[in-house]
């Protein structure tokens, strides 16, 4: 039986594609994530210690539940299942063959000793798309080492990114490298779901976080180096300290005037129209060699006013502008609970009394098929029962193999 025959009313271009999900933390969640908020019945196969997420991602306000893990885990379902145990790898292979796809971040030896290789979960469906997302790629001499985002941040450039920009080696204030990975882990499954329509046969896929972040930076910073050794690598535009939100009379703006219409405009916005014939100003070339003093011009001229001000008259010039938000008033931000991404859920406590709290929504829409209604994260285990039922699981089995209640790990 299918998965949209299981579950008709999940909408999305995922509809009726199942994944089996048994990643933790970030990394992988972003992945399934994504997928789930497409129309995909995710299964979270939990450890019997659950995902680390939930004790990890903050301080929850009801047990294994953080705040992280809530965000990163909407759309899904949860079954615990100890894939060490006999019982875990006869449940696994019955949900493998019903899946889709399969995605771990196991490294290559746990999934051999777990029987979830590609070769191994194939032999079961030939159809199934397997992702796996590894640290690095297999063929070099990194594979198999473990990793982590900060790891990766350390070693593909983007802690020395801030180094050129801040005059030390500083890691982005969020999992960047996790996040972006998640993403193209998420595109990759999808493009191998189409592939498996034209071909019949599932494929497996890696995904490697070191070298998509590499790619990453270098696509932005390879510059000169480019063309010639020893060539200019960064962005001068990015690689500046004067890349920043500007100071304002009371705050902070955000500008952008990178055509020469918008550079035009922008310099008749602040009264100083000459400028639009200086020779450093009067091309994009122009102003890409003289980068520092065209944002010295931007710098000097936004400390006049305030930030509404200035972005009342940029606006009226057509000219790329925006407040800056600090973490606590972009949740204030009009567009976002205009556009539906941040809401107010509705949850249950322990004394089975409502309590609402901030979440987040898919931002993207599809005219035709639309986004499945968003359901908060799973319990621990929460949709055990349910599952093995789906797979054909009498009660008694269903006792047997459902490990833990669905508060155990909590």
């Not at 690095?136 to 983007?158: E, H, K, N, R």
């Amino acid at each position: 039986m299918s998965a949209s025959e299981l579950r008709p009313e999940k909408r999305g271009p995922l509809a009726g594609i199942r994944v089996l999900d048994t990643t933790g933390v970030v990394v992988g969640p972003m992945a399934t994530l994504i997928l789930a908020e497409q129309g995909a019945d995710v299964i979270k196969i939990e450890p019997p210690e659950g995902d680390l997420m939930r004790r990890l991602g903050g301080r929850p306000r009801k047990p294994g539940m953080s705040p992280k893990f809530l965000h990163f885990n909407r759309n899904k379902r949860s079954i615990a299942l100890d894939l060490k145990s006999p019982e875990g790898r006869e449940v696994m292979g019955r949900l493998a063959e019903t899946a889709d796809v399969f995605v771990s971040n196991m490294r290559p030896r746990a999934l051999q000793s777990l029987g979830l290789t590609f070769e191994a979960l194939s032999a079961k469906n030939p159809r199934i798309v397997h992702c796996t997302i590894s640290g690095f790629a297999t063929g070099g001499p990194y594979a198999g080492a473990p990793a982590y985002d900060t790891i990766i941040q350390g070693l593909s450039g983007v802690a020395a990114c801030h180094a050129e920009v801040l005059g030390e080696p500083r890691f982005a204030p969020f999992v960047l490298t996790d996040h972006l990975v998640g993403i193209v882990a998420a595109q990759a499954i999808c493009a191998a779901l189409l592939g498996r329509e034209r071909t019949g046969v599932g494929e497996a896929i890696e995904v490697p976080m070191f070298e998509n972040a590499a790619a990453f930076v270098l696509c932005e910073h390879l510059d000169q180096r480019t063309f010639e050794a020893g060539g200019h690598m960064g962005d001068p535009r990015i690689m500046t300290p004067d890349a920043r939100p500007l100071k304002t009379r009371d705050g902070y703006i955000c500008v952008s005037a990178n055509t020469d219409v918008q550079a035009r405009a922008f310099f008749d916005a602040i009264g100083r129209p000459e400028l639009k014939t200086d020779p450093r100003f009067v091309s994009v070339t122009a102003r890409l060699a003289n980068v520092r003093d065209y944002f010295a011009v931007r710098t000097a001229a936004m400390a006049e006013r305030t930030t509404a001000e200035w972005v009342e008259i940029l606006r009226r010039h057509d000219v790329p502008a925006m407040p800056y938000h600090t973490l606590h008033s972009l949740l204030d931000d009009p567009q976002l609970r205009g556009s539906g991404v941040l809401t107010d859920e509705v949850q249950k406590n322990q004394d089975g009394q409502e309590e609402t709290m901030l979440g987040l929504r898919h931002p993207n829409r599809y005219s035709g098929t639309g986004v499945p209604e968003s359901r908060l994260a799973p319990r621990f285990g929460e949709h055990g029962d349910e599952i093995l039922a789906e797979l054909g699981y009498g009660p008694d089995d269903r006792r047997r193999l459902g490990g833990r209640d669905a508060d155990a790990a909590e």
